[in-house]
């Protein structure tokens, strides 16, 4: 496996250090070498003396060399390109992007199986958690009404601060330090990034796109200290949740502060931490839980993704 990088922000620096720390592993499991061809940043970054970059992402497409492009980029535009242009080449593409794929999935997943390559995404929803997989394939015999679940980590962190007694500006300070926020955060606190991962869970569960404009948005930013000490009094907290439900062949996706009482097993999902409930006909209840947000768990989801590429090697 060859692989380009784009992207080198608190994501991309830990998939290289994984793929340094585990590549012995990883080749042995993969049955393949695996290398890290050229690396692509807009700005020069230290410590990647030994591999070869540039800041010109087109370098990487052209590169014929290589086979899996993982982009890490973040925004659209770009990402839009790149998307394209690597799937038109026949190569594989791993990507985080949840706005990405929110807005454009719809195109690129009928791209990727035109040119016969691989879109795999499983770090752009629920951080390190392997959620995508599940819904996809553990779960396909069942009927799934319902999914929701603490998509964002940022606006989990903030509002557990917040229930400890911080401001909202420093509890969002703090997830920025962290690495959890976006790089424009308005899209974690309005809801927007949790709009964007319920849509891509959405897609999985109940197999068509909705229009992401029909989508029910709040964020957190109308929640004040008062409404959460007058939840703690209820023995109850606000979580941001997502949810995507199925109602006889209307489906209705929404994201909103929800009050989630001590009784629910969402209630104990603090700080950056996520957890996705999916309810299937056979299964009922399945929760899965993690780190939803920071670079070395979404990291892990990214090289996940890497072994879905060969696995679906050898299904051919
Ligand atoms: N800003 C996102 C979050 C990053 O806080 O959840 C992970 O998708």
Same mark, same amino acid.
């Given at each position: 496996?060859?692989?380009?990088?784009?992207?080198?922000? @608190? @994501?991309?620096?830990?998939?290289?250090?994984?793929?340094?720390?585990?590549?012995?592993?990883? #080749?042995?499991?993969?049955?393949?070498?695996?290398?890290?061809?050229?690396?692509?940043?807009?700005?020069?970054?230290?410590?990647? !003396?030994?591999?070869?970059?540039?800041?010109?992402?087109?370098?990487?497409? #052209?590169?014929?060399?290589?086979?899996?492009?993982?982009e890490l980029v973040?925004?659209?535009?770009? %990402?839009? !390109?790149?998307?394209?242009?690597?799937?038109?080449?026949?190569?594989?593409?791993?990507?985080?992007?949840?706005?990405?794929?929110?807005?454009?999935?719809?195109?690129?997943?009928?791209?990727?199986?035109?040119?016969?390559?691989?879109?795999?995404?499983?770090?752009?929803?629920?951080?390190?958690?392997?959620?995508?997989? %599940?819904?996809? *394939?553990?779960?396909?015999?069942?009927?799934?009404?319902?999914?929701?679940?603490?998509?964002?980590?940022?606006?989990?962190?903030?509002?557990?601060?917040?229930?400890?007694?911080?401001?909202?500006?420093?509890?969002? =300070?703090?997830?920025?330090?962290?690495?959890?926020? =976006?790089?424009?955060?308005?899209?974690?606190?309005?809801?927007? +990034?949790?709009?964007?991962?319920?849509?891509?869970?959405? /897609?999985?569960?109940?197999?068509?796109?909705? !229009?992401?404009? =029909?989508?029910?948005?709040?964020?957190?930013?109308?929640?004040?200290?008062? !409404?959460?000490?007058?939840?703690?009094?209820?023995?109850?907290?606000?979580?941001?949740?997502?949810?995507?439900?199925? *109602?006889?062949?209307?489906?209705?996706? &929404?994201?909103? %502060?929800?009050?989630?009482?001590?009784? =629910?097993?969402l209630y104990g999902? +603090?700080?950056? /931490?996520?957890?996705? *409930?999916?309810?299937?006909?056979?299964?009922?209840?399945?929760?899965?839980?993690?780190?939803?947000?920071?670079? &070395?768990?979404?990291?892990?989801? @990214?090289?996940? +993704?890497?072994?879905?590429?060969?696995?679906?090697?050898?299904?051919?």
């Amino acid at each position: 496996m060859r692989i380009g990088i784009i992207g080198i922000g @608190v @994501v991309g620096r830990e998939v290289i250090n994984i793929l340094e720390e585990q590549g012995q592993k990883i #080749e042995k499991l993969f049955s393949e070498k695996v290398e890290v061809v050229k690396i692509c940043n807009r700005s020069p970054k230290e410590g990647l !003396d030994s591999y070869e970059m540039t800041h010109d992402y087109k370098v990487l497409l #052209e590169d014929n060399s290589i086979d899996t492009i993982i982009e890490l980029v973040g925004g659209i535009e770009i %990402p839009y !390109d790149i998307a394209k242009k690597t799937l038109e080449a026949g190569k594989n593409f791993i990507t985080a992007n949840k706005y990405l794929l929110a807005i454009h999935g719809k195109e690129l997943f009928v791209l990727a199986t035109e040119n016969n390559s691989k879109l795999f995404y499983e770090a752009a929803v629920g951080g390190g958690i392997p959620v995508l997989s %599940p819904l996809k *394939e553990g779960l396909f015999p069942n009927e799934i009404t319902r999914v929701r679940g603490i998509l964002n980590g940022t606006s989990n962190y903030i509002l557990t601060e917040m229930d400890g007694g911080a401001t909202f500006s420093e509890a969002l =300070e703090g997830a920025t330090i962290k690495g959890y926020a =976006e790089a424009d955060p308005t899209f974690d606190i309005e809801g927007i +990034d949790t709009a964007h991962k319920i849509s891509l869970l959405s /897609y999985l569960a109940f197999g068509k796109f909705i !229009d992401f404009n =029909e989508i029910e948005i709040e964020g957190i930013t109308k929640l004040t200290i008062e !409404d959460i000490k007058n939840a703690k009094e209820q023995e109850a907290k606000y979580k941001l949740i997502g949810e995507a439900k199925l *109602e006889g062949d209307k489906i209705s996706l &929404s994201v909103k %502060p929800t009050l989630i009482s001590s009784s =629910e097993l969402l209630y104990g999902v +603090d700080g950056v /931490y996520n957890a996705v *409930e999916i309810d299937g006909t056979y299964t009922g209840k399945t929760i899965l839980y993690g780190e939803g947000a920071g670079g &070395s768990a979404t990291a892990s989801a @990214v090289i996940s +993704d890497l072994y879905k590429v060969i696995a679906s090697k050898n299904w051919n």
